[in-house]
């Protein structure tokens, strides 16, 4: 190396670091005095130009093409005045080759005075190649800002994936990209681009992968050219560039990036994008999990929502109904679409409270409701109690009934007993008999009660036993009916029963209980007299039995509810006839404790027919089970 020195005041500078400096310099460094005469001219310089340190020292180095001598003193002249000038130019070399250069030129300095100029020269090229990388660098990251707002758009965990995969490879140049996720000890390959769909969902121990490595170093993981034929990624022909990059979601590792190479090798640029798109990978992946969870929350929601069989409604801060499920609609007979946008069809309780309050439709209902804070709607939940308001108006007027229906011949069992005790010997031998005759028919009234109290709780409670066997359905048909002409004048009494009609499966005793309510029931509600009829037929595998009447009937929307408990219907002159609402819930008990039915119907001709309906039993195999 040559550094030319001019003047005593150059020559007490050498100074080891200096040349160091001037040597290592990978720019040309040519310094000159106020007669641009050469003062330094370094390696670079030589390498640049041409020419030697030894040829040039002390000289007016060549350089200058003539037409821009005039540009270069003006440039001196304006330099020398303490403004340094980077410009572009063009300089000669020894071989008479035009160089195409940037040179950057600022006053030499020695102590206050300016001696001269320093010019450092390099080629213009550099520039352009520099500038090439970073205009690159800014389309790259700008693309990445759409790529990452296009991830971002999507929602769905899976297409996030694959469009994280495929961005990976535009961005980068990768010729294949994947995401794993991490799970536990174990990595799942859950998405790829331009790689085989077989590979999809392949595991393989988190310890032994290029990710725990990743996760130890916190660094981009390069694996190149050696131990790739082993991978699952060898799959991409030629592959001889791995790099990782790291997806956290919440801070925690989530998953890892790769970027597969075959055609080209990746620099630091490729790295970096590769690293932040990473960092952009972990937001879109959270992002889309918190929208997952969200929708897996809501549908849970809407579910339960939907699947309530409480009516559920949702209400604005006006007080309007802004959801309203199926359960609502079912209960108040109002659909959705009628009652959004409205005040619910019913008014609320305050806070906390619960209201129970009746429909135009007749239904009961218990209303609760509560606010949501947050944003001020009102959830309401509502049920349907009617079932349970009837069975408490029921068992009211079944107390008040009972108590009438005990009270009366209580009374008078009472009253004769008491007569007897005190006037005895006072009364005729016929009194006598009259009052103890009255006793025993309402002690006998008494007791039909307490068994139909009995049996009403043991039907209720499912405890109503009944044993299954073959017996003569037509016996005790005329058994029940016998003697029935002499009890009403007002009555007249038929039975149709053939000889031939099949034999019953199905209890006598119990038989003999419904059939005597039915024929009881028929006198009791046909006041005014009339036809009571009696009939039975084989039909299908059955025995039908009717019991008809020309009484004051049963209203239609009334006709199955008479065999509820404690029901006793006000249609019609029924009401007035008294009882506990207990005979016909028993009657349909036991008929179908044995396999059977009864049901109420409109006699034609006015009046009503009840159906029994008992199985045959040639219906049913002789090694039938009994119950």
Not at 222 to 245: N, P
Not at 252 to 260: E, H, M, S
Request: aromatic share 4%; glycine share 10%.
């Amino acid at each position: 190396m040559h550094y030319g020195v001019v003047g005593d005041e150059w020559a007490g500078s050498d100074d080891e670091i200096a040349r160091a400096a001037l040597a290592s310099s990978p720019n040309a460094i040519v310094a000159l005095d106020r007669d641009q005469s050469v003062l330094v001219w370094n390696a670079a310089a030589e390498r640049m130009f041409g020419w030697s340190a030894d040829e040039l020292l002390g000289r007016r180095a060549p350089i200058v093409p003539e037409e821009l001598t005039a540009e270069h003193n003006a440039v001196l002249e304006r330099v020398r005045t303490g403004e340094p000038v980077s410009l572009r130019t063009k300089r000669l070399h020894a071989d008479g080759r035009v160089l195409d250069l940037r040179v950057d030129i600022s006053a030499l300095r020695l102590g206050s005075a300016v001696a001269g100029d320093v010019c450092a020269y390099h080629p213009a090229r550099a520039d352009e190649v520099a500038e090439h990388r970073m205009a690159r660098r800014a389309r790259l990251v700008a693309r990445l800002t759409d790529v990452v707002g296009d991830i971002n758009s999507e929602l769905e965990l899976p297409a996030v994936l694959d469009r994280i995969s495929a961005s990976l490879t535009e961005l980068t140049g990768a010729d294949a990209g994947g995401f794993v996720l991490i799970e536990g000890d174990k990595l799942r390959l859950v998405s790829t681009y331009q790689l085989p769909e077989a590979i999809r969902g392949i595991t393989t121990d988190l310890r032994t992968s290029l990710v725990d490595k990743l996760l130890r170093t916190g660094k981009t993981v390069l694996l190149q050219s050696e131990g790739l034929d082993d991978l699952v990624w060898a799959r991409l022909k030629g592959l001889h560039t791995i790099a990782l990059g790291l997806a956290a979601v919440g801070g925690r590792p989530y998953g890892a990036l790769y970027a597969l190479f075959a055609r080209r090798t990746p620099g630091h640029l490729e790295l970096e994008l590769l690293e932040l798109l990473a960092g952009h990978a972990g937001i879109a992946v959270g992002n889309a999990v918190a929208y997952q969870e969200a929708v897996r929350q809501r549908a849970h929601e809407r579910a339960v929502f939907d699947a309530s069989a409480d009516g559920i409604a949702v209400l604005d801060q006006e007080g309007n109904v802004v959801r309203w499920n199926p359960a609502a609609a079912e209960l108040t007979a109002l659909p959705a679409e009628s009652v959004i946008g409205g005040p619910p069809p019913f008014p609320l309780p305050k806070a906390g409270e619960k209201g129970t309050f009746q429909l135009d439709n007749g239904r009961w209902l218990d209303v609760v409701s509560a606010q949501i804070e947050e944003t001020g709607e009102v959830v309401v939940d509502f049920r349907d109690v009617t079932a349970a308001k009837e069975l408490e108006e029921a068992k009211d007027l079944f107390l008040a009934t009972t108590s009438h229906e005990l009270r009366t011949p209580i009374t008078i069992v009472r009253g004769f007993a008491s007569t007897l005790d005190s006037r005895w010997d006072a009364m005729t031998d016929q009194a006598r008999r009259s009052a103890v005759h009255t006793i025993a028919e309402r002690a006998k009234s008494l007791g039909v009660l307490m068994d139909h109290l009995l049996l009403g709780a043991r039907a209720g409670a499912d405890e109503l036993k009944v044993r299954i066997e073959e017996f003569d359905l037509r016996e005790r048909i005329v058994a029940a009916t016998l003697g029935l002409p002499e009890l009403s004048d007002r009555h007249r009494v038929e039975v149709d029963v053939p000889e031939g009609l099949p034999r019953v499966l199905g209890d006598a005793l119990a038989t003999d209980i419904l059939l005597g309510q039915l024929l009881e029931n028929a006198f009791k509600y046909s006041p005014k007299g009339g036809l009571i009829s009696v009939a039975a037929w084989p039909e299908d595998d059955n025995v039908v039995v009717v019991v008809d009447d020309e009484g004051v009937g049963i209203a239609p929307p009334d006709r199955e509810r008479i065999f509820e408990r404690f029901v006793q219907v006000d249609s019609g002159d029924r009401r007035r006839f008294g009882g506990v609402g207990l005979g016909l819930y028993i009657v349909r008990s036991l008929a179908r404790a044995q396999g059977g039915d009864v049901s109420a119907h409109p006699r034609p001709g006015g009046g009503t027919r009840m159906r029994l309906v008992l199985r045959a039993s040639s219906s049913i195999g002789s090694d039938t089970p009994m119950r």
